[in-house]
């Protein structure tokens, strides 16, 4: 889990820095209009918003409230993988080592009831 929780750091550093980047310097609806009128930046978007949805996917099974996997998929969707290395971090200090907490988080208990029958 160290090594999880080494990446999500990283990622939640350049994340934060790149993001700060993009609204100090760039122009959202300028810099996005060249981004969406080149066949591959559309291909981005799309790959990008594929990889937001199964995230989201997860997020939604292992959580143990509606209200807060709405939050969590609304970010995710708004801040995109900045929202998923905090998620990351999160899960991996709850866990507390735990994979299967980590992996099934709300659902843990569940699962494994079903797996001994």
Not at 43 to 72: C, H, N, P, Q, T
Request: glycine letters at 10%.
């Amino acid at each position: 889990m160290k090594a999880g929780k080494a990446v999500a750091w990283i990622g939640l550093a350049m994340m934060t820095l790149g993001l700060a980047n993009g609204f100090i310097y760039g122009d959202f609806f300028n810099d996005g209009a060249k981004l969406m009128a080149n066949p591959w930046g559309v291909m981005s978007m799309i790959d990008l918003y594929v990889g937001f949805a199964l995230f989201s996917m997860w997020i939604v099974f292992r959580e143990k409230s509606i209200a807060g996997s709405i939050a969590w998929v609304t970010m995710m969707m708004v801040l995109g993988f900045f929202t998923a290395c905090i998620y990351l971090l999160k899960v991996f200090y709850k866990s507390d080592g735990d994979w299967l907490e980590f992996f099934l988080g709300a659902k843990k208990d569940d699962v494994i009831s079903k797996l001994k029958v």
